[in-house]
């Protein structure tokens, strides 16, 4: 992947005298996370795939995020939850103005829990034949993710009734399922026949959340990792701070657009902030510039 | 989980004390007490706050302990969380291949549960702290300024309680609790359904039974008429190592990479349905594989390494000389918030000082650093 230009960074220098207003404006105050992307919740993004990337901090923010956004905007979320469990993600999107219960009970989310399907699975009766486990790789010779596709094809596919806007695919986390067993192989032929139905068929977005480093030494995770970051519009890096834990500053995000995945002749644009979480938001400002400096 | 004020102070040792008996007689659990908090959080929004406040092991979480070489410190950690969890009335749920799991709760060490001696604690430890810290600075003079990451004993007086090593628990307490063992040499062999789970047939056999007390106790709910509703504390000792029929201690790669990994993702959900905190000891400095260890990194909720000092070059580092090892902080819990409780340094040390067990900030660590090769050799 070309490193993108700092084209349309949005770096303030400090020894600059006279600041451009409308940035001065946008740096002092705190940036809320969908004007950072382009997207607002009256117009979001269509058969676009956003990897999600954390290294040495979580990104799990992000998710929340993403989560929230989509269902204000009045989207179909098929939210695969990997890692924590629905109370977590509920009392979390409270706080940011989203219940998730209702969306479920509308059918606007459909939420697989995956500590609790693999509990099903391993623990419960034996299941219906028509229904198999959407995580039945995890018993069973094969280590295909095709149950699990099924389930995300079904739970978006657009019926008669409700009228959504566009489906929205949420994973977190996909280096998961590489700790349960699926080859990286097989991960990425699941992300691949995702990105076919929802991004192309259905004209929605699919939203994934991995982790990396660069002295990882899970190299499979990193091979999943590098090879997503081909495939993907837009691509959102949380790091944590090089230089170690600050109380103002949580880490530094990069927004990575790939222009060049559409047109050939076009590079990447990369944009740098930091940010720091809160209760309730997050904030993003210009690096050096976080309110505890000025 | 370690952060601002940790600081719990237990009978001493004269100093400059380093026979391991020693140590194991006098060291009393800091970590109990952090342990205790978990009852007190009634629902899972106070996780944050009690978290930040230093509060130990939240309910339906996972705190995995990365052993010291000789296993001693791990050890005593593991057995302070038993032996809190029977003072404090809690089901016991002990687990290991290494040790029969009677002979565990038969070496907990005695609770001092007399008010007067815990408010002598207190008077020492203010004693000691002021004097002590004053000439411990002569190296690293710029930090003497910093704000200590110690608070008074007094704050954590009304949680958590403090042990005697020398002294083991009377079994009349250790009988006043429920408590299920599992040791795996002793365990029938395993159901059929459990062979199409893909996983070590030990690590197999111990979820199905942890799975089993968990519904027949009521521990996840499902009997509604229990009112009474306790804590289940689950401690699994040296999970990983070759006892459990794993070779990811010995083998790279091992043969199966993801019985481990599989274990701790199956065990957390578990945990997270029902009332109950577990503790796991592995022995990460054999696990060959990184690989494995980030992973589960990765599943499990907080994850503390510690490291002794005994028998490496810094037992006689005179920087190091307060010191018994350090503690590192891998990862910490973020449950139910946006936020994750992020202390102010995560750079700790354990040591003994008279009659005191304090984890501290080890400035030490960072002034060595920052010291010459040359000044290092001659311990200046």
């Given at each position: 992947m070309r490193p993108g230009t700092s084209r349309g960074s949005e770096q303030l220098n400090p020894g600059t005298a006279a600041a451009p207003r409308s940035l001065l404006q946008r740096i002092v105050g705190s940036i809320q996370a969908h004007e950072l992307l382009g997207a607002s919740p009256e117009r979001p993004d269509a058969g676009k795939f956003t990897l999600l990337r954390d290294t040495r901090t979580d990104g799990s923010f992000l998710v929340h995020h993403f989560l929230s956004f989509y269902l204000r905007a009045g989207c179909k979320v098929c939210f695969v939850a990997l890692l924590q469990s629905f109370s977590h993600y509920s009392i979390v999107a409270q706080k940011l103005g989203v219940n998730l219960a209702a969306a479920k009970e509308q059918g606007q989310l459909v939420f697989l829990e995956g500590l609790k399907s693999c509990l099903d699975l391993l623990f419960g009766e034996e299941e219906q034949p028509g229904q198999p486990s959407p995580l039945q790789f995890l018993s069973g010779s094969s280590g295909e993710l095709r149950a699990l596709f099924d389930f995300v094809r079904v739970s978006l596919t657009p019926c008669a009734q409700a009228s959504w806007k566009g489906p929205v695919l949420l994973v977190d986390d996909l280096s998961v399922l590489l700790s349960l067993g699926a080859a990286p192989v097989a991960v990425l032929d699941f992300i691949h026949y995702c990105r076919v139905s929802v991004c192309c068929q259905l004209q929605g977005n699919i939203v994934v959340l991995v982790h990396s480093s660069e002295d990882s030494e899970d190299e499979e995770n990193e091979l999943v990792v590098n090879s997503l970051c081909h495939h993907s519009d837009l691509i959102l890096w949380a790091e944590g701070l090089a230089t170690g834990f600050c109380k103002d500053v949580h880490g530094q995000i990069k927004i990575i657009k790939r222009l060049s995945l559409r047109q050939a002749a076009e590079q990447d644009q990369v944009q740098i902030y930091q940010y720091k979480i809160q209760d309730r938001n997050v904030t993003f400002f210009a690096r050096g510039l976080s309110a505890a400096v000025l | 989980m370690l952060n601002q004020g940790r600081c719990t102070y237990v009978p001493a040792l004269p100093r400059r004390s380093s026979t391991i008996d020693d140590l194991k007689i006098q060291l009393e659990t800091i970590l109990a007490a952090l342990f205790d908090k978990q009852i007190h959080c009634k629902s899972r929004r106070d996780t944050a706050s009690v978290m930040a406040a230093g509060g130990g092991v939240a309910v339906g979480t996972l705190l995995l302990i990365e052993e010291d070489k000789y296993g001693l410190y791990s050890n005593l950690l593991f057995k302070y969380f038993l032996a809190e969890g029977i003072v404090c009335g809690h089901d016991l749920f002990v687990a290991s291949a290494k040790e029969h799991p009677d002979n565990i709760l038969k070496e907990l060490p005695a609770p001092l549960l007399d008010d007067t001696y815990r408010k002598e604690l207190g008077d020492e430890a203010e004693v000691v702290n002021s004097e002590d810290f004053q000439d411990s600075m002569k190296i690293a003079w710029r930090y003497q300024n910093l704000p200590k990451i110690e608070a008074s004993p007094t704050t954590y007086t009304k949680f958590g309680h403090y042990y005697d090593l020398s002294k083991k628990m009377p079994p009349e307490l250790c009988q006043s609790v429920k408590w299920h063992s599992f040791y795996l040499h002793e365990e029938s062999s395993f159901e059929p359904k459990m062979k199409a789970w893909n996983m070590n047939s030990g690590y197999a056999r111990l979820l199905q039974s942890l799975q089993r007390i968990i519904s027949q106790e009521g521990f996840d709910g499902s009997d509604p008429q229990k009112k009474q509703r306790n804590v289940l504390r689950i401690g699994i000792q040296s999970l990983g190592s070759v006892l459990w029929g794993d070779d990811v201690c010995c083998?790279?790669?091992?043969?199966?990479?993801?019985s481990l990994t599989k274990f701790l993702y199956v065990l957390r959900g578990l945990l997270r349905k029902s009332l109950s905190a577990c503790i796991i000891t592995v022995p990460s400095h054999l696990i060959q594989n990184k690989a494995i260890m980030e992973r589960v990194t990765n599943l499990s909720d907080m994850v503390v390494g510690l490291e002794s000092f005994i028998g490496s070059e810094r037992e006689t580092n005179p920087l190091y000389k307060d010191y018994h090892g350090l503690v590192h902080v891998h990862q910490i819990p973020r449950l139910n918030s946006l936020i994750c409780d992020v202390s102010d340094t995560k750079d700790l040390a354990f040591r003994l000082k008279r009659k005191l067990f304090t984890i501290e900030t080890s400035l030490f660590a960072d002034a060595w650093l920052l010291l010459s090769p040359n000044q290092r050799i001659l311990g200046l």
């Open positions: - | 083998s790279d790669p091992p043969e199966d990479p993801h």
